[in-house]
């Protein structure tokens, strides 16, 4: 059972009392696919450079290694990255596992890439992945925040 709490992909921290899950954000497909093609563009960018600098004869084999680490990364994550949910409560947001953010608590929401970074007044940074409506979800964590 707990070890079904700490590897769940959805929150498991139950609601309070009262409380309400006003949105739930899932990532998406596309834009999870979307932001691997840009991490193979760079890795393979990466390799080819680094054989090339190192005076390589065979650089382009560079991009090859750079697209197969991405495309092995992106296929072998996908099943867990994709069921990834967070859900807005009417007091806090709850991510996968037992993260749990007091709205009050919420200083920072910014977007990075198709995802949506969180901070704390504490430090601590959540990332809402691979949104389809980044802006949208930037928008609903702040008016609910008040940030």
Same mark, same amino acid.
């Given at each position: 059972?707990?070890?079904?709490?700490?590897? $769940?992909?959805?929150?498991?921290?139950?609601?309070?009392? +009262?409380?309400?899950?006003?949105? $739930? *954000?899932?990532?998406?497909? $596309?834009?999870? =696919?979307?932001?691997?093609? =840009?991490?193979? %563009? #760079?890795?393979?960018?990466? #390799?080819?450079?680094?054989? =090339?600098?190192? #005076?390589?004869?065979? %650089? =382009?084999? +560079?991009?090859?290694? +750079?697209?197969? %680490?991405?495309?092995?990364? +992106? *296929?072998?994550?996908?099943?867990?990255?994709?069921?990834?949910?967070?859900?807005?409560?009417?007091?806090?947001?709850?991510?996968?596992?037992?993260?749990?953010?007091?709205?009050?608590? /919420?200083?920072?929401?910014?977007?990075? #890439? $198709? %995802?949506?970074?969180? /901070?704390?007044?504490?430090g601590d940074k959540h990332l809402i992945k691979y949104q389809a409506d980044r802006a949208g979800t930037e928008a609903r964590i702040r008016a609910a925040a008040g940030v």
């Amino acid at each position: 059972m707990i070890g079904d709490l700490i590897h $769940s992909m959805t929150p498991t921290t139950p609601l309070d009392l +009262g409380e309400r899950v006003m949105h $739930s *954000f899932h990532p998406d497909r $596309s834009a999870y =696919w979307r932001d691997h093609a =840009w991490l193979a %563009a #760079g890795a393979m960018a990466l #390799g080819m450079g680094i054989l =090339w600098a190192i #005076g390589n004869p065979h %650089a =382009w084999t +560079g991009a090859v290694g +750079g697209l197969a %680490a991405i495309a092995v990364r +992106g *296929f072998y994550v996908a099943s867990d990255e994709l069921k990834a949910r967070w859900d807005l409560t009417d007091r806090r947001l709850l991510g996968p596992q037992t993260r749990a953010v007091r709205l009050a608590e /919420i200083k920072t929401v910014r977007g990075l #890439g $198709s %995802a949506v970074q969180v /901070i704390t007044a504490a430090g601590d940074k959540h990332l809402i992945k691979y949104q389809a409506d980044r802006a949208g979800t930037e928008a609903r964590i702040r008016a609910a925040a008040g940030v």
